[in-house]
């Protein structure tokens, strides 16, 4: 009987294949996985670092040729608008406006006195503004009030009639932070 039992066996073997199977094919499903996922990380991460786009190109009233204004109730969300003015001499000098959490419209240039070759600027998060290269964070209350180093470096405004004013001049003098072949 042993011999039909192992025919039996032999049989069910045979159907059910239960032979071991390879790992191979598994592994390398598990490594595309994860070449996927990673990939996807990366690219996500990499996002973060690089120049905000301006969604919304704000155009400014001219108040007069060397000022530009801007209504205040822009500002009234606290979200960050940035803006991009062209010298005489091509340059795009990058600033942004933003009312703060303490009520005060405040203004900078999208470049700080540390990290500006880098050319990657600002973005907000909450009622604070990141530094896209070394991810420094200041609060929005700090913007023109704190200058030098990793800080937004002030850029003047006033507030008149209802209109945020900023003078030209003031503007073109942050052109050194985004002047072309300035890496660092």
């Known amino acids: 009987m042993s011999n039909k039992s192992d025919k039996i066996a032999a049989k069910k073997a045979a159907v059910l294949g239960s032979k071991k199977k390879s790992p191979v094919p598994f592994l390398l499903m598990a490594a595309c996985a994860v070449l996927v996922i990673g990939g996807g990380v990366l690219f996500m991460g990499q996002s973060k670092d690089q120049a905000p786009p301006i969604a919304r190109v704000f155009q400014p ?21 940035f803006f991009e003015h062209s010298t005489a001499d091509g340059v795009a000098v990058r600033f942004f ?25 600002y973005r907000q998060e909450g009622d604070e503004m990141v530094c896209q290269n070394c991810r420094m964070r200041f609060a929005s209350v ?40 300035q890496e660092g």
Request: glycine content about 8%; proline content about 6%.
């Open 142 to 181: 700090k913007v023109m009030e704190v200058k030098g180093g990793c800080n937004p470096s002030p850029l003047p405004n006033r507030v008149e009639n209802g209109r945020v004013v900023i003078r030209v001049e003031d503007i073109e003098a942050g052109a050194m932070y985004f002047q072309p072949g």
């Open 61 to 81: 009233e001219v108040a007069q040729a060397s000022e530009l204004t801007y209504p205040v109730e822009e500002f009234a969300d606290s979200t960050c608008r």
């Open 97 to 121: 406006v933003l009312k703060s959490s303490d009520g005060v419209i405040r203004s900078a240039f999208d470049a700080c006195d540390s990290c500006w070759r880098a050319h990657k600027g």
